[in-house]
């Protein structure tokens, strides 16, 4: 089991950035595939962004391509989400979540274990 620690959010104006991350517990990280969720109030949870255990490959929304960048650091147990270019829009509580030898999947349903999340609100 992993335990996933959300950190990072916070106010900003549009057209600037932030950098959230995702610390997990345990010492298999490096197996597990990570995603980023957001949930604005009122809306469904959606996809962001996500990078594979294996080979590092990644998948993005259309909303966030060339804004957003997911990262990992295997040493530090800890996923990344470098967000540029920040729109009121991509105002929302972020998740992360985690699933053993996944790709970078796309749909919650395929993850199992799954942040507290993080406030991120973008002012116009």
């Known amino acids: 089991q992993v335990q996933l620690v959300e950190s990072g959010g916070g106010l900003v104006q549009a057209g600037g950035s932030l950098r959230l991350s995702c610390a997990a517990s345990g010492r298999t990280f490096s197996s597990y595939a990570m995603g980023w969720f957001r949930q604005a109030p009122g809306k469904e949870r959606e996809f962001v962004a996500a990078i594979g255990w294996r080979n590092g490959n990644t998948n993005y929304a259309d909303s966030v391509k060339g804004r957003f960048t997911i990262s990992r650091d295997n040493a530090k147990n800890t996923v990344y989400l470098q967000m540029n270019s920040l729109k009121p829009e991509d105002t929302a509580v972020y998740y992360c979540?985690?699933?053993?030898?996944?790709?970078?999947?796309?749909?919650?349903?395929?993850?199992?274990?799954w942040g507290q999340g993080t406030q991120v609100t973008v002012s116009s």
């Open positions: 979540a985690a699933r053993r030898y996944g790709s970078s999947y796309q749909t919650t349903y395929e993850y199992d274990y």
